[in-house]
């Protein structure tokens, strides 16, 4: 038998035998015969290339924590409680003062529903007569004896106290254990008490009535109108403003026109309420529109006085007669009117 030694086949882990000494007689393989491959062994790694080590920074030290800043108890709490008891003792009274808040709540919740509480609120907002609130309030003619009705009339016609109407109806209709109520005369009085009551009981209750109507809302525009002749008069007034020693600022249309609309605004908001008929009212309107208009025309009035006042230095300094009726030049250090205004800022009138 002879191996026969193929490169294929050795390559493939193989051997091949032969019957016989002729090679080339194929008819005389006996055996083919598999064997493993040897085992490829991995190569050895490359060694890598030890390049020198640079020297490691040195690690600094770690820092020590900081010491926390000390507590300012004072300007936390107060002057009075800068010490760590004190507040202590302050923290340990928030229970107790939430429960004193707490009930404090609760009390004006109370007062605010109470009846009489928001009825007297409400008769101050319509603008009524506080002083008449409790006459309405109480007087409740269904509830009321016939001496209440007519000392609640003597009240309302006559202004008395409740002690003085109380004690004039006692001696007038005789009313108490001190009288003799066999007595006839005593016995008319007491009749007479009926009679008034009666009456008293009517005038209470159209009192009340008119007295819970709706009162008249004023009418704001209705004030505009009635001041248009005086508001035209204050317009006129702020066509020529003089400042100082005879100069005169002339005022524009535009100006003039919303000094008037600002008038207009003013008395025709809720709430202000102005007589004509009043010379005070009739001043702070004049006011008013003056204030209004140097407010809103603050620069072009001090950019136009200092026009003038150069003017008038060139004439002097050019020694030129000036011509008659030629403004001065105000002297040094003296005020003006419009140096009240300089505080104002433009724009808010």
């Known amino acids: 038998m002879t191996q026969i030694v193929d490169p294929i086949a050795q390559s493939l882990g193989l051997t091949v035998e032969r019957l016989g000494d002729n090679p080339a007689d194929t008819a005389t393989v006996r055996e083919i015969r598999f064997e493993q491959p040897a085992q490829l062994q991995p190569s050895a790694p490359a060694e890598p290339v030890q390049t020198p080590a640079e020297p490691a920074a040195p690690v600094a030290a770690a820092a020590e924590p900081a010491a926390p800043a000390p507590v300012d108890l004072k300007s936390i709490f107060g002057e009075e409680y800068g010490e760590v008891d004190k507040v202590k003792t302050l923290l340990g009274e928030v229970p107790t003062l939430r429960e004193k808040i707490a009930d404090y709540e609760k009390t004006v919740k109370a007062v605010e529903e109470d009846p009489y509480i928001k009825s007297r609120l409400s008769w101050r907002q319509e603008g009524r007569d506080d002083s008449l609130h409790d006459l309405v309030y109480y007087s409740n003619p269904e509830k009321m004896s016939p001496e209440q009705k007519v000392a609640l009339k003597l009240q309302i016609e006559n202004g008395l106290t409740p002690a003085e109407a109380q004690q004039y109806v006692n001696f007038t209709y005789k009313v108490g254990e001190d009288f003799d109520a066999e007595d006839p005369a005593v016995v008319h009085a007491r009749m007479q008490l009926k009679i008034d009551g009666t009456s008293a009981d009517k005038f209470i209750n159209q009192w009340r009535e008119q007295q819970q109507q709706p009162l008249p809302r004023y009418d704001y525009a209705e004030q505009v109108q009635t001041w248009t002749p005086q508001i035209d008069k204050s317009?006129?007034?702020?066509?020529?403003?003089?400042?100082?020693?005879?100069?005169?600022?002339?005022?524009?249309?535009?100006?003039?026109?919303?000094?008037?609309?600002?008038?207009?605004?003013?008395?025709?908001?809720?709430?202000?309420?102005?007589?004509m008929s009043n010379p005070q009212d009739v001043q702070a309107l004049q006011s008013m529109a003056r204030d209004h208009y140097i407010a809103r025309n603050f620069e072009k009035i001090v950019t136009y006085m200092r026009n003038e006042w150069e003017k008038a230095q060139q004439l002097q300094r050019s020694n030129v007669p000036q011509p008659a009726g030629t403004q001065q030049a105000p002297p040094a250090g003296k005020s003006s009117e419009v140096d009240l205004y300089k505080a104002i800022a433009g724009g808010r009138f």
């Open 235 to 275: 317009i006129e007034g702020l066509r020529s403003i003089e400042l100082i020693d005879g100069i005169k600022f002339s005022g524009d249309e535009q100006g003039l026109a919303d000094v008037r609309q600002h008038l207009a605004t003013v008395l025709g908001t809720e709430g202000v309420q102005m007589d």
